[in-house]
């Protein structure tokens, strides 16, 4: 494909080794889905459809794509297929919204790089009370993939993934599953 020093290029690069062997440690390892390199102020880009291409299109990572508050795909977040697999985004969160007010007040926080923390948050509120010893990174994966409140196409697409990420979704099938202790 590329150049096999180039980790985008090449699975067995020590780059996606290494995010192998975190995922089998039981570390949940999210990424942003990127955007489309353009300061886009008010959520939309004319340049979208940047393809995603590097640790954020690994196999055993969640990748992470925007949506804006209305649930809408936010024009800067890349799209699929990504280069390491081609399913990418896995999932969409909640970016460019008024939080930290890092930018000055008024301006948002935004890109893909705003949504993944609001996954990840969801990622760790999980994993107090369900530990990768009783929930795989893979389940989990999985299980936020299938949760995901779909936003598009049924099923995958390139735009939102799987969909977005939905909360209650996530607990109750989590609830469910172990309700018997299993």
């Not at 975190?22 to 102020?41: E, H, M, Q, S, T």
């Not at 340049?47 to 590097?54: D, K, Q, T």
């Not at 992470?64 to 936010?74: A, L, P, Q, S, W």
């Amino acid at each position: 494909m590329g150049h096999p020093g180039n980790y985008s290029d090449n699975a067995a690069h020590p780059f996606n080794l290494m995010v192998a062997a975190l995922d089998k440690a039981g570390a949940d390892v999210l990424f942003a889905a990127g955007n489309c390199g353009r300061d886009c102020p008010d959520g939309r880009c004319a340049y979208s459809g940047r393809p995603i291409v590097g640790a954020n299109s690994h196999p055993k990572v969640l990748s992470v794509g925007g949506i804006d508050v209305n649930g809408e795909r936010v024009g800067y977040s890349s799209q699929g297929p990504g280069r390491l697999t081609a399913r990418k985004p896995d999932v969409c969160a909640y970016t460019h919204f008024l939080g930290s007010k890092a930018f000055g007040a008024g301006r948002p926080d935004s890109g893909t790089s705003a949504a993944a923390p609001v996954a990840a948050g969801l990622v760790a509120a999980v994993r107090s009370r369900w530990p990768a010893s009783r929930l795989s990174p893979a389940q989990l994966r999985a299980l936020l993939r299938r949760t995901a409140e779909d936003r598009s196409e049924v099923g995958f697409d390139y735009d939102y993934g799987y969909g977005t990420v939905d909360p209650a979704g996530i607990i109750a099938a989590l609830q469910k599953r172990f309700r018997n202790g299993a």
